[in-house]
């Protein structure tokens, strides 16, 4: 596709129950960012991954969250026994690549995910 | 805390008007970028100015770096309503494996 493209759009689910979020990345872009954005806030970085090693975790808020991708090019982010503070928009993003010394840092972002814990 | 902050959290000027939001960040980068987001989903992305460059112009947009006092400005010219949005700026650090960072961004209303 032309773009990053995210799925399910939307996703209610009940209170401790696990959820799945998909991304598919622009074909060629070896980078790729998992972020949270609660309502009115800024953007949380989750994970990074750069083909398929996630050398950044740092963000991911707790031992619930989990994410991979495949091939170098699918990722998912899973949220187990989900809680009501993880509803959120979770944005996903695919750069081309970042390389030591140098950066190609543009950053082409795909819809989003609404999910609301209830 | 947040690498990047903006200011103001919100303005709103009339149609015409340029509107002028500003960036701060604490510690040394690579680069600084400026993305749009419309209604709450996915960013798009306007500009990036690298740490050596002081300032960069994309159509009615003009993007300041002042390195020294760490903070960087978007200026959008002759403001329409379609540029109603929220903005962040977003900060890349030196290290190869530095995370990207958001500020909470400005919400900018445009007035008919």
């Known amino acids: 596709g032309a773009g990053v493209s995210q799925s399910p759009s939307n996703k209610v689910t009940e209170k401790g129950k696990d959820v799945e979020l998909r991304c598919d990345p622009i074909s060629g872009h070896t980078a790729l960012y998992w972020y949270r954005q609660s309502l009115g806030q800024g953007l949380e970085f989750l994970i990074y991954f750069q083909g398929n090693s996630a050398p950044d975790k740092s963000g991911l808020p707790s031992d619930r969250f989990s994410a991979e991708r495949t091939g170098g090019s699918v990722s998912t982010l899973t949220i187990q026994r989900t809680q009501q503070e993880d509803s959120a928009v979770y944005l996903c993003a695919s750069s081309l690549e970042r390389t030591s010394g140098r950066k190609t840092d543009t950053q082409y972002f795909g819809p989003g995910t609404r999910l609301t814990v209830l | 805390s947040q690498q990047g902050e903006e200011d103001p959290q919100a303005l709103s000027i009339q149609e015409g008007e340029n509107a002028t939001m500003n960036c701060s960040y604490k510690t040394s980068i690579n680069n600084l970028q400026w993305y749009r987001q419309n209604s709450g989903r996915g960013l798009v992305h306007l500009i990036l100015?690298?740490?050596?460059?002081r300032e960069k112009h994309s159509g009615r947009l003009r993007v300041t770096l002042d390195t020294s006092k760490k903070s960087s400005s978007l200026l959008i010219t002759a403001s329409r309503a379609a540029d109603t949005a929220s903005y962040f700026c977003?900060?890349?650090?030196?290290?190869?494996?530095?995370?990207?960072?958001f500020g909470k961004g400005t919400r900018l209303h445009i007035l008919p």
């Open positions: 100015i690298r740490s050596n460059e």
């Open positions: 977003a900060t890349d650090g030196m290290g190869r494996d530095d995370k990207i960072i």
